[in-house]
């Protein structure tokens, strides 16, 4: 479980960010409730960096791990900023 | 991490043994794993012959598919042809599509997966090839009866996304509709069966050692497409139940003059329908990065690169269905954020061509057939991917919605991205389970004219579609400006249909197929394990794995496998086995005996076939009697798994002792049964979505629902069914002999429950009424559905406990059995509040 919890956490974080965007536009769209969204999924995704960055690399496998957790969740930051662009420059006050 | 299981690594260097093994350990695998005769074809369940059933049926649906396509080529060669009538042509554009996508791209690449996987990972075969058996059967006879219907004049025609209101009763009446609807939802359930094989498969069964960072890019693939599967394939299979229903029983699922939406369809069909793309695209990517390193002579560049952008598009895919709305009228905001994801979804798929071409340019690459083809397919799917994302720009959108330039788009991506990486993968594999290799010279002719005859047949199309052409017409007037590029795409398609027709002459010359040895072999010099030398059992002995290309870097591994000195060199069981190892470091932990070749999964294959084309046809006591046939024919199939052997644990090799079985969540059982559980509840989210969205839309129509303080007595009734469940594994690991009797009325209490419910929301509402009481009576039909099925499991359990099978340590059937109940307990109490708190 925590090996997939390495593996898979920022694209989770990605995950959480695109469905909550579409629960906003669908059930009361604001871009204030956008940012309120959008900045603690950043913030996860910049500890999960840190946390990531510390893992260990002893072997072979743990260095693989790590380099597909840090992939991951910096894809994650690029896409959760990328896509709340939108919603702030069409959202509806 | 040193050991994920206690396992100590150091045990690995016992490997390879040393000497000879004795005598007749290997006559005694060829026993255990013999060829059939006859009739027994019918019965196999062996992954080396179910795989080659899967491709060549597949392959069968590719080529009548492109037949079709041609068939309209012609028509639309020139102005006012008069090929096909307008009916029949909408028939044909609608079968070519959907035969494209769910009867030959799926299938394909899973029928791919079960030849390739269980070589790649070296198992013995995949962990229930029982139920690989099932999934072909019921493919291949759905599949006919399917593809029939155009004979009689009775096929689908309403496109092959199938939009309700024209897809409605009142549109369509007839039962061509009918037969999309029940012929594909029963061909998905098929493709999750296929599913739940690979997933467990990839991460139980691979060779000792093999880490998943040392896993071969394919098996990656795969993995990633069937967890897809899982996620996306319960959303289409929901739509065409809802539109079934509302079909047979005027349920206005999606009718909006009545509070339904015409589309709730479209939200569900493409949830699925985008990631089907992907679906698609990711085993055929797995493909090219498994066939590029070998034909550049080089090790794949990036290799983690491209782990991370496969498991990343099966995120996003998922991110971006709506894009295929925007013509619908979305909100500003949400058309903006899909419009950034389908954008984003780009990039993944960029970093895999990119690596692609990198391997190219570092290696030596050789322009052999496999070589050409991968290169082909690169230049294709990249100007496909281009129009991809001008179309994912909204404004452009708007402009070539519909038109000829979406055809181009689409079959640019499905061709380079699936065609002709499945083409290089052909030419690269047959030499593996066949005699003899294709033919290099005609290979470089097959190339040429597909790819000519590829870009020839669909680049104009773009300009046709520009110049305004809409898709989906049987025919135009002169002088529109068409004619020119509709002559030339026609020549095109000829020109590709005259590659494939070589290379089927070339698999006419030189395919035999070698199914217990004499293979071509390894004749383009490749490092993954499908390439050691095999029999109808796989390899004659599981190595170790300590690279990714255990065959370059160690010379003597074929030869060491071959002689028995790696891991299970003989059956220790005298049946059929193979190693189950853990999910991330491939710590070997057990022995899974399988079961052998069976005539039930085809019978229960025939009969569920039978029951749904009973449905279409309206046939309903033939479908009853099908169905309980079908029901039937599992539980004989079940009825020899499962069962108590004499040796508790045996040697697999340099001493090393694991056990024969195992219970709880470590066995591969548990993890085939939380999969379906996962898809039971992926069905039921999609329904409790829908029920959301039409009161999100169609606010007007609603009613209030029944009190919620009323739903207490049934949520308690649903907490104390999951508690039964529960308590059933608890009594019987203390030993207790009337363990199961919680389970059984546990199982039996949950439709009684429903039942109480059922007559609540009766004294409010029907389900004729209106959208709403259809989304809630669709929870309920599903929800009596899972009740139904556990009842039957329990009893099931019940009929094993008399047979005195379930004993203290071989009780997978009653952990199985439980946990659906428990499922089905959770399901209904969810059911229960959410119904009432939406409009309360
Ligand atoms: C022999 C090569 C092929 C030819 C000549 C061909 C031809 C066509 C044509 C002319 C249409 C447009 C029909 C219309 O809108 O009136 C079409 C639609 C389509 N094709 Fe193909 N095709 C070929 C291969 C493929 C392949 C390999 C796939 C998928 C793997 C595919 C999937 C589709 C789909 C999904 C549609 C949309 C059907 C619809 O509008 O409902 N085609 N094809
Ligand atoms: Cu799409």
Redo the contacts with the bound molecule.
Sequence with gaps: MKTWAILLGGLLVWTTHFFGLYAIAEIAPSRWITVLLTVPCLGVDAFLLLRGRRLEVRDTFAGWRRSIALGGVALSLVAVCWQALPPWFAGTE | MKSETGFDPDLFNRFPTQGDRPEGEEEGLKRVWCAPKGWEYLTVVNNNYVGIYYLGTAFLF?LL??VL??L??VQ?AAPLMNVLPQAT?NQV??M???V??FL??VPMVEAAGVLLLPQMLAARDLPFPRLSAYAFWAYAVGGLAFFGSLFIGLAPDG???MYPPLTSKAYSPGINTDFWLLGIGFIEISAIAGAVEIIVGVLRTRAPGMSLDKMPIFAWAMLVFAVMIVIAFPSVILATLLLEIERAFNWPFFDATRGGDPVLWQHLFWFFGHPEVYI?FLPAAGMMSMIIPTVARAELVGYRLIVLAMIATGFISFGVWAHHMFATGLPPMTAGFFSAASMAVSLPAGIQVFSWIATFAVGKPRFNTPGLFAMGSVVIFVTGGLTGVMVALVPFDWQAHDT?FI?AH??YV??GG??FPLFAAMYYWIPMVSRRPLSERWGRWVFGLMFGG?NI?FMPMHLSGLMGMP????TYLPGSGWDTLNLI?TLG?FM??AG?LLFLIDMARNFRLAPEEGEAGNVFGAGTLEWLPTGLYSTRSIPVVKSREPLWDDPNISEDVERGRYFLPRTATGRRETIVTSPLLAEPQYVQIMPGPSVWPFAAALFTAGFFLALTVQAYLFALVSGVLGILAVLCWLADTDLPVPENDVDIGAGIRVPTYVTGPQSHGWWAMMILIVVMGMIFAMALFSLAFLWGNQPSFWTAPPPMLEALPIALGYLAVIAAAWGTRELHRIGKSWAILPALAGAIVAPALLWLDIGAWSAVTAPDAGGQGAAVFALFSLQGMVAAIAVLMALYLGWRQLRRVVTARRNNTLDLTCLFIAYTGAQGLVGTLFARSIGA
Excluded: E, P
């Design positions: 590719f598919a492109g396509g041609l309209m080529r639309l042509y554009f609608t070519h599509g959907t494209m996508m030959f791209a496109g092959w996304f698609i000829y055809v689409l079959h499905l061709i699936m065609v590829m047949a898709r989906r017409i049987y795409s398609a590709l249909a494939v």
